[in-house]
């Protein structure tokens, strides 16, 4: 895990007082909102429906019990005693006051911690598999790249301003768990046939109201070339990028309507300009941040294979547990822990000071000090002997974050919706309760099998409704609420965006059209063997809409 240096300390503590002083004098009525607001916006500070909200950086989603702590300890003083894990691998704060935001950002700072750059038209925190340094199919620990990204962007001067906000992922496994193909830049760490690092380079996708799947311009960028490239690709879209019309102003637009053999050329001129520059990644560099990333020395625990073998004999809802939410590790006494953020009618990705504390002390003694967060809205605990499960298991048992759901259809992604957000058309939160308890019996969650619903409030799709198996949008019509509901859509390395499968459903008449959705599914699968996604892309979407409007014509 990174540590700050020197550098890193000053300016963090220099920007934390900046902030004060900009506070105060919006207090004091000095500053007004509209001078005010691109101030509050550069230390994550935004104006929400009802109050203030506060978005905390976790670069590349990792943490430390420390760290996490501290999480605890703001939600306890300066807010209402619980956050939110975001997609972005963030940690938001919907309720403080602006008098204390300060302060909380200095209690961060303290712990290596800040808000910066998760808002504004600016690189955001940079996102990377939540199983990092860890999985069995990884190629490279993608987070040294990510770090070496995060430093190259911080306050980066040429690029403060962008046309539009800026979001870059890296993978570095064979499986693509950080949906690095809806991202402005994704990066696939690989390995040439010399056996050398490189990234394949992925450009020009997202979400929102013009959803779009990243162009690969690049099959393998050498590893020196990291940052050069990089810069080429943010320097062309900060020159072209549109920046009369926000709707229009992503990166994936300029690919749009540029071409993506044009754009590629733009990148690669202005590439080779830069090739052989400051920005070309020293060897030490890069070996230097890698060490920060070491991964930790895992004692063999050999005896972790009988102990749970007779601890899931004993215990169903181990056994389930287990079987859902601990994935194979690279070590084979280890395994890597998803805990579920999503107890069964509880809101989507929200932890309380308590649990976020208990979640701490685990890490502590059972996971080498290591929490992840994933873009999904779970925590990770990377490391963790086969022998201590049982142990980790009962710890979360008693904070109620032991549901056995990860990737079932109760795993739901919600954005806050129009319970908190200010842009939004509907609310995510309740529609994402009801599914929960309407399919919370866990033998109906394992018969159904793999299916991940996401809910997005409004067309900015910060639930990632375009890739959920089964997405909800809300908007509105005519004063009330309505969803829409897209189907097939994936953010793994086969991305695909959802297909709207018709008219919209009223907020009541939701939940039992999923049931369609999913009874018509478990009726036409092959076997219990082949998931929602792969029927989907099978049969289309003809048997869905006939289940759910009767005839085509009323979908339409």
């Not at 987070?143 to 070496?148: D, T, V």
């Not at 300029?254 to 400051?278: I, M, P, S, Y």
């Not at 979640?359 to 080498?368: G, S, T, V």
């Not at 992840?372 to 710890?395: C, F, K, M, T, W």
Request: include cysteine; hydrophobic fraction near 40%.
């Amino acid at each position: 895990m990174y540590r700050y240096d020197e550098f890193d300390h000053a300016f963090v503590t220099e920007r934390v007082e900046q902030f004060r002083d900009q506070v105060q004098r919006r207090l004091s009525g000095e500053l007004a909102e509209d001078a005010f607001k691109p101030l509050r916006l550069m230390n994550g500070v935004y104006l929400q429906l009802h109050a203030y909200m506060l978005r905390i950086a976790i670069p590349y989603g990792t943490l430390s019990a420390r760290q996490l702590r501290m999480l605890a300890h703001i939600a306890r003083t300066y807010d209402r005693g619980y956050g939110h894990f975001t997609t972005r691998q963030n940690l938001q704060f919907n309720w403080p006051k602006l008098s204390d935001i300060p302060d909380a950002l200095a209690d961060l700072a303290s712990v290596e911690m800040h808000a910066l750059q998760t808002s504004g038209n600016c690189i955001r925190n940079v996102t990377a598999d939540h199983f990092a340094g860890a999985a069995a199919d990884e190629v490279a620990d993608p987070r040294p790249y990510a770090e070496i990204l995060r430093q190259w962007s911080s306050v980066h001067p040429e690029f403060s301003f962008l046309p539009r906000k800026f979001k870059i992922a890296v993978t570095g496994a064979e499986r693509d768990r950080a949906a690095i193909q809806v991202h402005d830049i994704g990066l696939h760490v690989k390995k040439n046939d010399k056996g050398e690092i490189g990234f394949a380079v992925y450009v020009g996708g997202g979400q929102g109201r013009t959803p779009m799947i990243a162009k690969l311009i690049r099959d393998f960028l050498p590893e020196e070339d990291l940052l050069s490239y990089t810069t080429a690709i943010v320097r062309v879209y900060n020159l072209h990028g549109r920046r009369d019309n926000k709707y229009k102003a992503r990166i994936k637009i300029l690919v749009h309507e540029t071409g993506t053999e044009e754009l590629t050329r733009q990148v690669e001129a202005e590439f080779a300009a830069l090739k052989d520059t400051e920005l070309k990644l020293p060897e030490k560099d890069v070996q230097s941040i890698s060490a920060y990333f070491a991964p930790p020395e895992l004692p063999e625990r050999a005896e972790g294979w009988e102990n749970l073998a007779r601890w899931k004999k004993a215990d169903s809802g181990f056994s389930r547990w287990v079987q859902q939410n601990v994935q194979p590790h690279k070590n084979p006494d280890y395994g890597m822990v998803t805990i579920s953020l999503k107890p069964i009618g509880g809101i989507p990705g929200d932890a309380s000071d308590a649990q976020m504390d208990a979640i701490a002390d685990l890490a502590e003694e059972y996971a080498f000090d290591e929490i992840r967060v994933s873009h999904e809205q779970n925590l990770i605990l990377p490391h963790v002997a086969l022998a201590d499960l049982e142990a980790v298991y009962r710890g979360l048992v008693a904070i109620n974050l032991a549901e056995a759901n990860a990737g079932l259809i109760t795993d739901i992604i919600a954005c806050p919706g129009l319970d908190y957000c200010a842009l939004a058309n509907a609310r995510s939160i309740p529609l994402a309760q009801e599914i929960s308890r309407r399919f919370g019996n866990a033998e109906r969650q394992a018969e159904i099998g793999e299916l991940k619903i996401k809910i997005s409030g409004c067309i900015n799709a910060c639930g990632h409704h375009h890739v959920g198996h089964i997405g909800l949008l809300g908007v509105e019509k005519k004063g009330a609420e309505l969803y829409q509901i897209t189907l097939g859509g994936s953010g793994d390395e086969h991305t695909s965006i959802g297909e709207i499968i018709g008219r919209g459903f009223e907020p009541d008449r939701v939940t039992d059209a999923i049931e369609t959705i999913v009874d018509t599914y478990l009726g036409l699968r092959l076997d219990p063997s082949e998931n929602f996604l792969a029927a989907y892309r099978r049969v289309g979407p003809q048997p869905f809409k006939t289940a759910l409007y009767g005839t085509t014509a009323e979908a339409a």
